[in-house]
């Protein structure tokens, strides 16, 4: 990937569940761009966030580990949401996973960069 070029990422939750369809659950992942803006340099051109995938427009020199740091933390704000709110359908549609380190999947795998 050539580095300080511009990209366009697709982030896509686990299935196309719609994760992402109230105010709360945005602010999760607004958060967590705008702490990648300040603290990691990301360098944000655009985005739009719709109930189940990310869009987003951006710079930055050490992406593709950027973005799996950003999904493993989005995800773990997103599943404690969940339990908090007793959100058991969601947490039931998210258990599913083929991974044996883990219990809840709810960013699909790869992240989509071009």
């Known amino acids: 990937m050539e ?4 990209h366009f990422l697709m982030l896509t939750e686990l299935n196309w569940i719609p994760l992402v369809a109230c105010p709360a659950k945005v602010e999760i992942l607004l958060d967590a761009i705008r702490w990648r803006q ?16 990310g869009r987003l427009l951006l710079q930055d020199a050490g992406l593709s580990t950027e973005v799996a740091a950003s999904k493993s933390y989005t995800a ?16 039931y549609q998210i258990a599913w996973s083929n991974k044996a380190d883990r219990t809840f999947q709810v960013w699909d795998d790869g992240s989509h960069l071009h």
């Open 76 to 91: 773990r704000r997103l599943i404690d949401y969940f339990a908090e709110q007793r959100v058991e359908r969601i947490l």
């Open 38 to 53: 300040v603290n990691r340099g990301w360098r944000l051109h655009g985005w739009a966030l719709l109930e189940d995938h």
């Open 3 to 6: 580095e300080n070029a511009l």
